[in-house]
């Protein structure tokens, strides 16, 4: 895993989403200088600008300040759950829920039938 900087992860979003510094910067309401800064982690982002970025890459807060692997981006780029996806998915993991037993407890018996068969 590499380990990736508040800069270079800013430097990814921001490539991923299209922006040229000085369209983040405007987006930030700061200057282009201030973002080259953040890129080559010579300054960090204050907590609105974070907090901010957060918002318009949609990842967390928490990604864009700890050192960590870029896996933890979000890979479908800003997509958000509605209440409707949530509960579909959770209705769909409680049916599963209820066939798993099931489905282990065929993985189990087939071979005794087999066996059972076999020795016929």
Not at 28 to 34: C, E, I
Not at 41 to 58: G, K, Y
Not at 94 to 119: D, H, M, N, W, Y
């Amino acid at each position: 895993m590499i380990a990736l900087t508040t800069g270079e992860k800013i430097i990814e979003l921001r490539k991923r989403n299209g922006y040229s510094q000085e369209e983040l910067a405007e987006k930030l309401d700061v200057s282009r200088q201030s973002v080259s800064k953040w890129e080559l982690n010579a300054s960090t982002p204050d907590l609105e600008r974070i907090v901010q970025m957060s918002e318009l890459f949609h990842v967390s807060t928490d990604y864009l300040l700890k050192e960590g692997d870029q896996s933890q981006v979000d890979t479908q780029a800003g997509r958000w759950l509605g209440d409707e996806e949530v509960e579909r998915f959770l209705a769909y993991k409680r049916k599963e829920q209820k066939t798993l037993p099931f489905a282990i407890g065929l993985c189990i018996c087939s071979p005794i039938t087999l066996i059972v068969l076999g020795g016929l």
